[in-house]
Every structure is written in structure tokens, then in C-alpha cells.
């Protein structure tokens, strides 16, 4: 499998972008990642992995950086030679089957819908999900920032979307699908929550769905994918992102205060602990965000990504470049809501 990497995008790159990369294809012998970005910067980073399969880490030169304080749509069309666009254009060419960056959020969306052709038949707008902790396991949420005006039948393409991913990349049977909203009452909600619940309703996944999810129960599990607008979205996650760094943090300094009094053996356990439950609630555990919807795999990372991150991204991606989910979502959008 090959895979385009954008080596200039996130807050740190080029380093753990290329590491992440070095290491990826180090656990993967099938796997290639072309190291798309401004070439010196990105030589001097390999050179710090002599023993790096070079074969397999090939570099495409862009000139140009998209940063993330930029204005996607004006940016895209100033810095033509950017590696963004170059990433998508190696997909968009057949060059990989799958694109993973940890750059300009706006701007990967926006270079996907530049690129028509790069829809999926039947979808009207991508959307970007983002893997959540439960109780039962992994949800997903979508969409968390693609669409800022999504219509209900957005929505409802969202639905076919998360529930195919959850079953082939996450391994849920039938997940269960809830849309986010302010109340579990079936007249709660704005006219597109209603509107979208009616199409539900009438459509192939009227037995999955399980009608209005509050924001308080979507870490019960009992949906495996919350649908929601990508305003609404976004905001989840980042409030989660904050929550769960203000939690570790006030642990840790608990921690801190009580490790004296107990016995050496025990506060290594309950460092141990800790360490272990935070990695459950990680973004870097996921790597990143799939882009759904799109014809081949798009993972887009947060902006601090680390190695971890990067690698987990390309294991995801190279999961997803297999044509099993893109072949499912075309099919299920054709089965549509009855009219």
C-alpha cells in the first residue's frame, strides 16, 4: 500500500511527522509513505534514521506550507506548490490510495472538494469523524468539522458512513446509530434534528437507529455512532480534548501529593494505572479523524500530533485504503431513505 504523508503539516513537523513515518513502515513491510514536503528539510529528518528503508519513504517536493493560521480556500489558491494539494493530487492521480496529514484541518477539506471527482457516487458532502471512548468500546463521532451547515440529508449520509467504518475498521456488529441532540424526546430538537430523525426513520437503518443520544449519555456506548452537525461536532471534541487533559492533570497532581505515603510497589501500580486509562482516552492512541466519504482513505491528525499519532494514522489509513469501504458506502447510499 501507498500512502501520501504531508511532512510540513502540524505544529511540530518536520520531526515526529517523519518519525511517525520511519516507524510505520518499519511494523509494515507492505507499506510505502511518500514523504510529501519541502525535500532539504525533510532529507536532513531521515538522516537522523540511517537505518531507515529509504525504498520505501520516497519524497515528493512541495515548496510551499499551508500553516495552520491560514485561510484554507485563499491559501489553497496562493500556494499552488503546497503539500497539501500535492498529497491530494498524488491520490487523485492513482499514485497512493490514501492521504494522512497533520496540517490545516480547512484546508484538507477544502482540497477535497476542489476535487470533485474525489466524491464517493451519492455523497453530497464528506465528513470528518473522530473516535470516541465508551463503555462497550470505540464510538464514532461524525461529522466534527467538515460541514459547519449541514441539511438533514448530510446527516443521514453521516449515519451510513460512521456505521459502516465502526464495522469494518473498529469491528462492531450492527452499531447501534444516535443523533446528537438537546433532549431524548422525539419533539426536542431544531427543524433539522427533526427532519433528519424522519429520515431515519424511513430509510434501511431504521433498526439501528435508536433516536436522540444527549451529549451526557454518549459515553455510555449504547449508540457506536452519534450524528451531529460538524459546528456541534467540533466543539464535542475539543471540550472533550480540554476535559480530559484537565482531568489527568488534576490526578496527577493527587498522585503526586499521596505517593509518599504509600508503599513503593503500590504507587508504581497506580502510576501504571493511570498511565494505561489515559491512553484509552488519547487522540494519539487513533491517530487522527477519517475523512468519509471521499474515494480512497484521508486520516487528518491534530495539529500537535507526536510519532505515535503519525504511525497509528498510517496503520489506520492503510486499513482504509482497502476498497471494502468505499465500495459499502456507495452501496448503502443507493438503498437511501424511501421517499
Same mark, same amino acid.
Given at each position: 500500500?501507498?500512502?501520501? =504523508?504531508?511532512?510540513?503539516?502540524?505544529?511540530? !513537523?518536520?520531526?515526529?511527522?517523519?518519525?511517525?513515518?520511519?516507524?510505520?513502515?518499519?511494523?509494515?513491510?507492505?507499506?510505502?509513505?511518500?514523504?510529501?514536503?519541502?525535500?532539504?528539510?525533510?532529507? /536532513?529528518?531521515?538522516?537522523?534514521?540511517?537505518?531507515?528503508?529509504?525504498?520505501?519513504?520516497?519524497?515528493?517536493?512541495?515548496?510551499?506550507?499551508?500553516?495552520?493560521?491560514?485561510?484554507?480556500?485563499? !491559501?489553497?489558491?496562493?500556494?499552488?506548490?503546497?503539500?497539501?494539494?500535492?498529497?491530494?493530487?498524488?491520490?487523485?492521480?492513482?499514485?497512493?490510495?490514501?492521504?494522512?496529514?497533520?496540517?490545516?484541518?480547512?484546508?484538507?477539506? /477544502?482540497?477535497?472538494?476542489?476535487?470533485?471527482?474525489?466524491?464517493?457516487?451519492? #455523497?453530497?458532502?464528506?465528513?470528518?469523524?473522530?473516535?470516541?471512548? %465508551?463503555?462497550?468500546?470505540?464510538?464514532?463521532?461524525?461529522?466534527?468539522?467538515?460541514?459547519?451547515? *449541514?441539511?438533514?440529508?448530510?446527516?443521514?449520509?453521516?449515519?451510513?458512513?460512521?456505521?459502516?467504518?465502526?464495522?469494518?475498521?473498529?469491528?462492531?456488529?450492527?452499531?447501534?446509530?444516535?443523533?446528537?441532540?438537546?433532549?431524548?424526546?422525539?419533539?426536542?430538537?431544531?427543524?433539522?434534528?427533526?427532519?433528519?430523525? *424522519?429520515?431515519?426513520?424511513?430509510?434501511?437503518?431504521?433498526?439501528?437507529?435508536?433516536?436522540?443520544?444527549?451529549?451526557?449519555?454518549?459515553?455510555?456506548?449504547? !449508540?457506536?455512532?452519534?450524528?451531529?452537525?460538524?459546528?456541534?461536532?467540533?466543539?464535542? =471534541?475539543?471540550?472533550?480534548?480540554?476535559?480530559?487533559?484537565?482531568?489527568?492533570?488534576?490526578?496527577?497532581?493527587?498522585? *503526586?501529593?499521596?505517593?509518599?505515603?504509600?508503599?513503593?510497589? #503500590?504507587?508504581?501500580?497506580?502510576?501504571?494505572?493511570?498511565?494505561? @486509562?489515559?491512553?484509552?482516552?488519547?487522540?494519539?492512541?487513533?491517530?487522527?479523524?477519517? @475523512?468519509?466519504?471521499?474515494?480512497?482513505?484521508?486520516?487528518?491528525?491534530?495539529?500537535?500530533?507526536?510519532?505515535?499519532?503519525?504511525?497509528? !494514522?498510517?496503520? #489506520?489509513?492503510? /486499513?482504509? %485504503?482497502?476498497?471494502?469501504?468505499?465500495?459499502?458506502?456507495?452501496?448503502?447510499?443507493?438503498?437511501?431513505?424511501?421517499?
Amino acid at each position: 500500500m501507498r500512502i501520501a =504523508l504531508d511532512a510540513m503539516g502540524g505544529d511540530h !513537523a518536520p520531526g515526529p511527522i517523519v518519525t511517525g513515518a520511519v516507524e510505520a513502515v518499519r511494523d509494515e513491510p507492505e507499506m510505502t509513505v511518500v514523504l510529501v514536503g519541502e525535500r532539504a528539510r525533510v532529507e /536532513a529528518e531521515l538522516a537522523k534514521h540511517p537505518d531507515a528503508p529509504r525504498d520505501r519513504l520516497p519524497i515528493v517536493h512541495a515548496s510551499e506550507v499551508i500553516g495552520m493560521e491560514d485561510k484554507p480556500v485563499e !491559501a489553497l489558491r496562493k500556494k499552488r506548490d503546497n503539500s497539501i494539494s500535492k498529497c491530494w493530487g498524488l491520490m487523485a492521480g492513482g499514485d497512493v490510495k490514501a492521504v494522512v496529514s497533520a496540517g490545516n484541518t480547512g484546508a484538507m477539506v /477544502a482540497s477535497a472538494l476542489f476535487n470533485a471527482k474525489m466524491f464517493l457516487p451519492g #455523497v453530497r458532502r464528506p465528513g470528518i469523524a473522530a473516535i470516541f471512548p %465508551s463503555h462497550q468500546g470505540p464510538i464514532v463521532i461524525i461529522d466534527v468539522g467538515a460541514n459547519m451547515n *449541514a441539511k438533514a440529508e448530510d446527516l443521514y449520509q453521516y449515519g451510513v458512513m460512521g456505521a459502516i467504518y465502526a464495522e469494518t475498521i473498529l469491528g462492531v456488529t450492527n452499531p447501534r446509530i444516535g443523533l446528537l441532540n438537546v433532549g431524548t424526546e422525539e419533539e426536542k430538537g431544531t427543524d433539522l434534528t427533526k427532519a433528519t430523525r *424522519a429520515l431515519y426513520q424511513n430509510s434501511p437503518l431504521a433498526s439501528q437507529f435508536v433516536g436522540n443520544v444527549e451529549g451526557r449519555d454518549i459515553y455510555e456506548g449504547h !449508540a457506536r455512532v452519534i450524528v451531529c452537525e460538524g459546528f456541534v461536532g467540533n466543539v464535542l =471534541l475539543k471540550a472533550g480534548e480540554g476535559a480530559v487533559e484537565f482531568l489527568f492533570a488534576t490526578l496527577k497532581q493527587e498522585v *503526586a501529593r499521596l505517593l509518599p505515603e504509600l508503599p513503593a510497589e #503500590v504507587g508504581q501500580k497506580v502510576g501504571g494505572s493511570l498511565k494505561g @486509562l489515559k491512553t484509552r482516552f488519547e487522540y494519539q492512541e487513533f491517530g487522527g479523524g477519517p @475523512l468519509l466519504g471521499i474515494r480512497g482513505a484521508c486520516i487528518i491528525c491534530h495539529g500537535s500530533s507526536g510519532s505515535r499519532a503519525i504511525k497509528n !494514522a498510517l496503520r #489506520v489509513a492503510g /486499513a482504509m %485504503s482497502d476498497d471494502t469501504l468505499t465500495a459499502l458506502i456507495t452501496e448503502r447510499l443507493a438503498a437511501g431513505p424511501k421517499s
